[in-house]
């Protein structure tokens, strides 16, 4: 069978500043989050190898550009640095990123590639988050502040705009978990980050609406189905809560204009309503995405809670809910430690068009992690990495049915173009459709995916 997709359908990839600009300390860019804690612990997690490190685009990417024009890209989704372009997060412009952002997407459109912009991903200026981070309203204004430049000075040359990239997982990382600076453990903290962030958002689509810019603006998401191990009703209350917090808190809002009622009487009843000023509600009521990107890499497996839970630990979801692993023949990314669950994006797509108004949206990030690709490259010196095209070819059946049943979905973008700095382990899990050697020269190679993935590029579909 042949997968055929709409002609205008979008085919790219996704990367974010950080993970892909290198240049962390040149050009006038200020410090970041991950910069200062590469500085402070460059071990954590990273293997002595910081995001000083990456891909080197700020530098390459005339290159790069012409590779994705190789590769038969329509679009790609970069984000910008607030802090190479704010090097205090609220002070001076610095032109010399301005420069380098305008040639960059100039370059792009030149060549057929639609830029999508993402305004944040991850990566707080490190002023700001002495401020406080998310957790502060002046820190929301001054992401506005931040928002309305890259309108003014980019709107001319972009036209796909997203406020976020997973907001939910800097909550989940700078306040729950512990895995983003400054790792401080504070349930309360991430609920005031998370509302914030979507005020934020809100704001930010406000003000590209008033400045009357053309084109549209969204969000991207990372959802995480939520699947009951049974259909008991304790499970399923479980994977409701799971699907309230990791899900629901974003898409709603963002979508919807409105957080769950449950979720919000939930917080309540546990002593964690955010501060919320007068007109946050309507403002965000009024300012709602028009365009949803999705992430998709797992599910969710869940079960109710089988132990009381630890009432001394902090506060964390996972007091109301416990996962499950078992995996009953189910697929597993081995070197990433994710199920692979392809029917999972089907099911987002689904939900989306039955209960989000089937608003336009894409899927914005799928990917597959691997450790040690060398072990794959062949005697022409490229890597034969046939089990991420089945991961892709997989994942787009899913995504074909839904589009044949009407789901509103536009495109589809790989995570990513080059392998890239992971925030948690630099480069041990590669994702890239093109290989990067950093002991020499940065030298690009396309993969075996990156060739199929400009056939399927080029005749918009696949078999
Ligand atoms: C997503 C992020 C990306 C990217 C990807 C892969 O959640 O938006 O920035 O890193 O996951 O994850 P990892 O790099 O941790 O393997």
Same mark, same amino acid.
């Given at each position: ?84 372009? &704010? ?330 173009? &080059? ?45």
């Amino acid at each position: 069978q042949f997968y055929q997709f709409p002609k205008d359908f979008w085919w790219g990839s996704a990367s974010s500043a950080t993970q892909m600009e290198g240049a962390a300390h040149e050009g006038g860019k200020g410090e970041n989050i991950w910069d200062h804690w590469y500085k402070e612990e460059p071990n954590r997690f990273f293997d002595e190898v910081g995001p000083e490190n990456t891909s080197n685009f700020y530098h390459q990417y005339k290159e790069d550009i012409q590779l994705m024009k190789e590769l038969g890209h329509n679009s790609f989704r970069p984000s910008i640095s607030w802090s190479r372009l &704010i090097p205090t997060g609220d002070g001076e412009v610095n032109q010399e990123a301005v420069r380098f952002y305008r040639d960059a997407f100039q370059t792009m459109r030149e060549n057929g590639i639609e830029p999508f912009i993402n305004l944040y991903h991850f990566d707080m200026p490190m002023s700001m988050q002495e401020k406080g981070g998310w957790t502060s309203r002046e820190v929301v204004e001054a992401y506005v502040r931040y928002a309305k430049i890259c309108f003014e000075q980019f709107g001319d040359l972009v036209t796909k705009w997203f406020t976020h990239n997973e907001p939910v997982v800097p909550v989940e990382g700078q306040y729950l978990y512990g895995f983003h600076y400054p790792a401080e453990l504070d349930f309360k903290k991430g609920v005031q980050a998370g509302f914030h962030a979507v005020l934020a958002g809100a704001k930010a689509v406000q003000a590209f609406r008033d400045g009357g810019y053309a084109g549209e603006i969204g969000v991207i998401l990372n959802l995480t189905p939520s699947y009951p191990r049974s259909q008991h009703p304790e499970d399923l209350k479980a994977a409701h809560i799971a699907d309230l917090f990791f899900n629901r808190s974003f898409l709603d809002p963002f979508v919807k204009g409105e957080f769950p009622e449950d979720l919000v009487k939930l917080l309540d009843e546990e002593g964690f309503t955010p501060e919320v000023l007068e007109g946050d509600l309507e403002l965000i009521a009024n300012n709602t995405v028009d365009l949803l990107g999705i992430n998709y890499y797992q599910p969710r497996r869940i079960k109710a809670k089988e132990n009381m839970p630890n009432l001394q630990a902090p506060f964390l979801p996972e007091r109301f809910f416990d996962y499950f692993h078992e995996m009953h023949g189910r697929k597993m990314n081995k070197y990433r430690g994710w199920e692979i669950y392809e029917k999972g994006i089907y099911d987002i797509l689904v939900n989306v068009r039955e209960n989000y108004g089937n608003i336009p949206c894409f899927i914005s990030e799928n990917g597959m992690g691997v450790e040690d690709e060398g072990r794959f490259i062949d005697e022409n010196g490229q890597i034969q990495d046939d089990y991420r095209i089945e991961f892709y070819k997989s994942h787009l059946k899913w995504v074909h049915k839904a589009l044949e049943e009407g789901t509103n979905v536009k495109g589809y973008h790989v995570w990513t173009f &080059i392998d890239n700095w992971s925030w948690l382990n630099a480069y041990k899990n590669r994702y890239g459709l093109i290989s990067l050697d950093l002991n020499n020269n940065f030298k690009r190679t396309i993969k075996k995916s990156g060739e199929w993935y400009r056939s399927v590029s080029e005749q918009s579909g696949f078999e």
